[in-house]
Structure formats: structure tokens, C-alpha cells
């Protein structure tokens, strides 16, 4: 390393160590960077390698002195300091939330309502079921009219009431009008769906 490399280091060091230069480089960042510049040169290296560790121990053990023991302070007080300079502040804050309180107090029918407003207009498919068999081909080839086709109900069973081909109600076969209808007679529960699900 250059003579006079080595002499501005120094008069770096002793400024920064004097306490009078907040706005100098680091020391230690500007000697490094030094090093990286100085020419490789074997000759009497180790000399001034020897003399710069040194210089460096000299100032570490300053500095050390300078600061004292407690460089970041006490946990309890939230501030410290900063080893380059300045201080930092506690990073916890409190943490506010909004009272949901009178909002989850609301009635929902309007929005509810609001909802189903949009698929009171689908059209669904509802039949009802007084029974089913199951037929070979042979079989269903034989029927004809006057053929008695026997279903798996009993008489006075409920029939089954399908929308778009999910069992929802139990019914009886009543006449109205010259029509047939059912009157439901009970109505699938929401569990007993699920069990169809399945």
C-alpha cells in the first residue's frame, strides 16, 4: 500500500474518532476500499500489513471504550442505538381494529332477499313418482295394451316427489279438477338429502 494512501487513512481514522465526523465515510469501509485499489505489490507488504492491522486494532479498542458496554440499550425503554450512528425507535405498535359489533347485529333478511331475487325466475322440473320396476328387454318386447305392469310401491304408499330428479317431499294422490295432484304429506330434511348425495 501507498505512503500516502496510508496517511489519508489515518486522518480519516482520527476524525471519525474524534467524534466530529457524523458525515465522514467509515473507516473501515474506506480502508477496505483502499486495499482494493492499492497495487499488488509483494515487496515490504507484509510491513505495512502488519502497521494497518495495528492502526485497526488500535481504533477498534477506542471505539469500544467510547461506546461502552451498552450500545443498543435496555429492551425496556424501546430505543437504542445504531453501532454506525444515530438511534431507532421500538418496531411493536399497538394494533387497532374496527368494532364489528352493531354490523354483525344487522338483520340479513335484505340482503337474503336481495339474493334469492335473482334465481326466482329458474324454471325446475317436478314430477311425481307412484313407483318404478326394472324390466328385461324380453319383457318390456311382451307388454302391450291391457298389460299390468307390477311397481315395487304398496298400496297406500306416499309418492315421491322429485325436482329435477332430487327426491325433496312424500306425497298422496288426490283429484282436482278432473286432474290428478299431490297433496305433500312430508318434506325431505336437509340431512336426508345429503344421505341421497352419497
Do not use: C
Not at 469500544?64 to 411493536?92: I, K, Y
Amino acid at each position: 500500500m501507498a505512503q500516502d494512501d496510508q496517511e489519508a487513512l489515518a486522518a480519516q481514522w482520527a476524525a471519525q474518532l474524534e467524534g466530529d465526523g457524523a458525515d465522514q465515510p467509515d473507516p473501515f469501509e474506506a480502508a477496505a476500499a483502499a486495499a482494493a485499489a492499492a497495487p499488488d505489490d509483494t515487496g515490504g507488504a507484509s510491513a505495512d500489513d502488519e502497521a494497518l492491522a495495528a492502526q485497526w486494532a488500535d481504533a477498534l479498542a477506542a471505539e469500544e471504550e467510547e461506546r461502552g458496554p451498552a450500545t443498543f440499550g435496555n429492551a425496556a425503554s424501546g430505543a437504542g442505538t445504531n453501532p454506525r450512528g444515530g438511534s431507532f425507535s421500538s418496531q411493536a405498535q399497538d394494533a387497532h381494529f374496527q368494532d364489528m359489533t352493531e354490523m354483525s347485529r344487522q338483520p340479513r333478511d335484505n340482503k337474503l332477499n336481495r339474493e334469492l331475487d335473482f334465481i326466482l325466475d329458474i324454471p325446475l322440473d317436478v314430477s311425481a313418482e307412484l313407483g318404478r320396476t326394472r324390466l328385461l328387454i324380453n319383457e318390456l318386447l311382451q307388454l302391450g295394451q291391457g298389460s299390468v305392469v307390477e311397481l315395487n310401491k304398496l298400496a297406500g304408499e306416499p309418492l315421491e316427489v322429485y325436482v329435477n330428479g332430487k327426491l325433496v317431499a312424500r306425497g298422496e294422490a288426490v283429484v282436482i279438477n278432473e286432474k290428478f295432484g299431490v297433496r305433500l304429506t312430508d318434506i325431505i330434511s336437509p340431512i336426508e338429502r345429503v344421505k341421497q348425495l352419497g
